[in-house]
T-cell receptor, first 113, second 115 residues
């Protein structure tokens, strides 16, 4: 099935560093979502973006919905050990059909204390 | 508030055995419901979705089936499991009938191992 291109595939950083990851697609979306998944658990919604150009923050997290509606990025500032996990972007609506999500391939984040 | 429950959390089954995974949502009515599979270290693949009781849409041909016998209950089944059915199965929901796409919210998943 369709997947979004997400990069980087993995990151290993020091605590306190900032992190940036992005997601691109050949299709347009009406909504971009960012999820975090801890090992053995389901993804948890971090940020939802509904308008092209929208910039939204959730604590140390900031995400933007690209103007072309085909991309999004997520930044994490001042990383801490509990930021460890896999981050997924997901596109919804647009050309994908009713309420379906198309997921990115994930970015695995490791943070050393 | 709305909550989603999946069980069992872990399941080990022999090849050829049947399967039944259950998902229930509380605190909402007429939700959209979804089943995903996630292979190790990979993204999520949509298997089935449902917009109402008895209404099931299949996204990929496979050895599995889904049913929605009640408004807030979604079941994933198989008559005979294959080795390739191993994986992490996730149920998700979002509100039905809204103008704007609503984010999906996920359960904690079932890890299925086929021996």
């Amino acid at each position: 099935g369709q997947q979004l291109n997400q990069s980087p595939q993995s990151m290993f950083i020091q605590e306190g560093e900032d992190v940036s990851m992005n997601c691109t697609s050949s299709s347009i979306f009406n909504t971009w979502l960012w999820y975090k998944q801890d090992p053995g658990e389901g993804p948890v919604l971090l940020i939802a973006l509904y308008k092209a150009g929208e910039l939204t923050s959730n604590g140390r997290l900031t995400a933007q919905f690209g103007i072309t509606r085909k991309d999004s990025f997520l930044n994490i500032s001042a990383s801490i050990p509990s930021d460890v996990g896999i981050y997924f972007c997901a596109g919804q609506g647009g050309n994908t059909g009713f309420q379906k999500l198309v997921f990115g391939t994930g970015t695995r984040l490791l943070v050393s204390p | 508030s709305q909550t989603i429950h999946q069980w069992p959390a872990t399941l080990v089954q022999p090849v050829g055995s049947p399967l039944s995974l259950e998902c229930t949502v509380e605190g909402t009515s007429n939700p959209n419901l979804y089943w995903y599979r996630q292979a190790a270290g990979r993204g999520l693949q949509l298997l089935f979705y449902s917009v109402g009781i008895g209404q099931i849409s299949s996204e990929v041909p496979q050895n599995l089936s889904a049913s929605r016998p009640q408004d807030r209950q979604f079941i994933l089944s198989s008559k005979k499991l294959l080795l390739s059915d191993s994986g992490f199965y996730l149920c998700a929901w979002n509100p039905f009938g809204t103008v704007r796409d609503q984010p999906q919210h996920f359960g904690d998943g079932t890890r299925l191992s086929i021996l």
